[in-house]
């Protein structure tokens, strides 16, 4: 099955839109005709081939939803590895595919802010399925809000993906055996990624069990698998910036704890957290941990599984674990 992603027609393929009004524009300056209503139906269409137009935001996201989905729907990823959800700025054909989907999966929470704005603002259907879990809460500015990184519990994974099942099982009636029959499969190999994860953290020394990253996107990863959260630089939005109190705070917090080491992220500027870890002596491992985003088509996380197998190992192996390889589901 092809997961098409949505783009933009523009002279510069990195520019980003304001939202409101971007369904359809025309603008011609110095010679230069952009045309954001028309974005090729081959990025952004199913093919019409009568299979339904899903769309899914993450990365995360599209990635279950084609497990699930299978050659049964058409499906189109806004997000491209890489990408950060909680900065993305959304292009004309993100609205396009949006606006023409008969159903927009996204994570909820307020992960996504500015698709979340065009997703309710388009009435098209759509489910907030990272919301189908029980979220953990955390606090930023005085008030308290749901921490969106659900993903980091596995078993708050198979809870997704059996809301996204369905969702698509409602949609297309016909391919619900087969729509069955990708779930469970996908789910039983899931909570066997749980168990490993476990089993990999448990060989880490108790008093070495602690995590200190860029931001605040592990909670629901430590908490599921005995891991305490030291600190982070930034809270759960990359969009905050850290003072130099919070560096240096976070420079003393890692010294007491006598962490082996602290890690960064692939989507935030590494600069900062390799700042602490000269400043408190400890290792920044050269592999960075995927929060976000998926890795990179070929990378060894460019799928959830591979997400997840290769964040435990990073953390298994610079805390002082034994890392065994997860095991593939037999063919």
Known sequence: MRIC?????????KQ?????????????????????????PSETDGGGDGRPDIVATSTMLTDWTERVGGDAIALTGILKPGDDPHVYEPVPGDVEAIEAAELTIYNGFNLEPQLIRIVKASGSPARAVGESVT????????????????????ENAIAIVAAIRDELVAIAPESESEIQANADAYIAELQRL???????????????????????AFQYYAAAYGLEVIGTLI???TEEQPSAKTVRD????????KVPAIFAETTINPELIATVAREANV??????????????VGSDADSYIGMVVANTRTITEAL????????AAPE
Not at 29 to 34: H, I, N, Q
Not at 135 to 154: A, C, I
Not at 283 to 296: F, I, M, N, R, V
């Open 5 to 13: 992603h949505s783009i933009a027609t523009a002279t510069d393929s």
């Open 16 to 40: 980003r839109f304001p939202i409101a009004g971007i369904s359809c524009w025309l603008a011609v300056s110095a010679g230069t005709l952009l045309v954001g209503c028309n974005v090729p």
């Open 135 to 154: 979220p953990l809460d955390f606090e930023y500015e005085g008030q308290t809000e749901p921490d969106p990184h659900v993903w980091g519990d596995v």
């Open 194 to 216: 749980d168990t490993w994860v476990a089993a990999q953290i448990a060989t880490i020394p108790p008093e070495q069990r602690r995590l200190v990253t860029t931001h605040d």
């Open 235 to 237: 809270g759960i939005s």
């Open 250 to 257: 976070l420079v003393e917090a890692v010294k007491t704890a």
């Open 283 to 296: 290792t920044l491992p050269e592999e960075e941990l995927y929060s976000d985003s998926l890795g990179a």
């Open 320 to 327: 002082g674990g034994k890392f065994q390889p997860f095991e």
